[in-house]
């Protein structure tokens, strides 16, 4: 079977599971996934993608697994508690043919705790049975030449290794089980200290290398529904957040409302309080450039703040990214796809993503407009004004007079 333990997810999984437990434990969540691709036909291979849900829902933490948590410093003990006692449960994960031909409906429905650990192996699960079903035959080598193509240019680019930092960040959309590990096992070995780390906890538990993450845009997007006001719910967030880890995984996630509305919420307070900030879609140069104006404005100094960059990424798009801001502030980038399924053939473009909490519509209107997933186009409207973001129309008439 794809997924054998439930550490095979990200670390920010993990994280944001901690808050629920702790601030929201009566949460309820809704997810949807979605195919990008256009002409990808995911239904004949519905059983086989049930069949292995229904394993992952077999599946329990172990002691050893247990124990690793624990080690991790901001992982409380009462949290693990609860993981000892978890499991996934079939009745919340549902699988179907959509509405549109070639189309699958996944959903996941339940308590926020009880749903939040489906996404990133229902995921690996769907990218590895498309793969395996599609390419049955398909040799490695390829897949390796790239990758280490790749480690060759990170060392002629910084041979030092004295500031290019990369994780992998590909547990969603590899290609395998088995191409992850050799990916991860290949960086750890010979990317030297370039390579910082990776966002799948089994793997960093197996390779002995850093955990990675912090928040999602489900986390943001459930506040929401949780928070007191509309407008305020990016603050409420934050602050929960601050609260749950007093300082501790400060990379606060800036576009799930655009970064106009990231940087009027992130004052002098949360400039200081939180490391950086992560960058996941629009313009990496321009996002850049007006988070360390904001620093700058706030009396904060960049050169001790953290630029996190994960949007869409590989590796000549880093570096470029590496020598605007060197000498200017930390960074590091999070490259998923283009090292954990880049082997020749085209990737899925999948996601999975939280839809309502508590029963009411949640979205993400970032700087993209191609990645906001709302089922409510007259909430999806609100939360446009709300939080002052203009429409695509409008936004595409902003950008062409401004060219």
Request: net charge negative; proline share 4%.
């Amino acid at each position: 079977m794809i997924i054998n333990s439930l550490l095979d997810t990200d670390l920010y999984k993990f994280s944001m599971m901690q808050v629920v437990l702790h601030q929201f434990p009566a949460a309820h969540a809704e997810y949807r996934f979605k195919c990008r691709n256009e002409h990808v036909n995911l239904r004949p291979y519905i059983d086989e993608i049930r069949e292995e849900v229904r394993h992952l829902c077999s599946l329990r933490f172990k002691q050893d697994e247990l124990d690793y948590l624990r080690s991790l410093r901001f992982i409380k003990s009462d949290f693990v508690d609860f993981l000892g006692l978890f499991q996934l449960s079939e009745r919340h994960f549902f699988i179907g043919e959509g509405d549109s031909p070639n189309e699958i409906s996944i959903e996941a429905k339940g308590p926020w705790l009880h749903t939040i650990l489906f996404e990133i192996p229902v995921l690996a699960i769907v990218n590895e049975v498309y793969f395996r079903n599609n390419y049955p035959s398909m040799d490695l080598a390829e897949g390796r030449r790239r990758l280490q193509s790749k480690i060759e240019q990170v060392h002629a680019f910084d041979p030092e290794a004295a500031f290019f930092r990369v994780a992998e960040y590909g547990t969603r959309r590899r290609f395998s089980r088995e191409w992850h590990y050799e990916v991860v096992r290949t960086l750890r070995e010979q990317m030297g200290q370039c390579f910082v780390g990776t966002s799948n906890v089994l793997l960093a538990r197996e390779y002995d290398t850093l955990p990675l993450g912090t928040m999602g845009h489900e986390y943001l997007q459930a506040c929401q529904a949780l928070g007191p006001r509309l407008r305020d719910s990016q603050i409420f967030a934050f602050e929960r957040w601050a609260r749950e880890y007093r300082g501790d995984l400060g990379i606060a996630l800036s576009d799930v409302y655009g970064l106009d509305a990231f940087l009027r919420d992130f004052d002098l307070y949360f400039c200081k309080l939180f490391d950086g900030a992560r960058h996941d879609s629009g313009d990496p140069f321009e996002w850049g450039e007006r988070m360390l104006a904001h620093y700058q404005s706030h009396r904060v100094d960049p050169k001790n703040k953290s630029l996190i960059f994960s949007d869409g990424l590989d590796i000549p798009l880093a570096m470029k990214i590496a020598e605007r801001f060197k000498d200017r502030c930390k960074t590091s980038f999070g490259i998923g796809t283009n090292l954990t399924n880049d082997m020749g053939v085209p990737a899925l473009q999948i996601v999975m993503k939280m839809v309502r909490c508590n029963g009411q519509p949640v979205a993400k209107i970032s700087d993209e407009p191609s990645k906001t997933m709302c089922d409510d186009p007259a909430y999806l409207a609100y939360l446009r004004h709300v939080f002052n973001m203009p429409t695509p129309d409008e936004a595409a008439t902003i950008a062409r007079d401004a060219g």
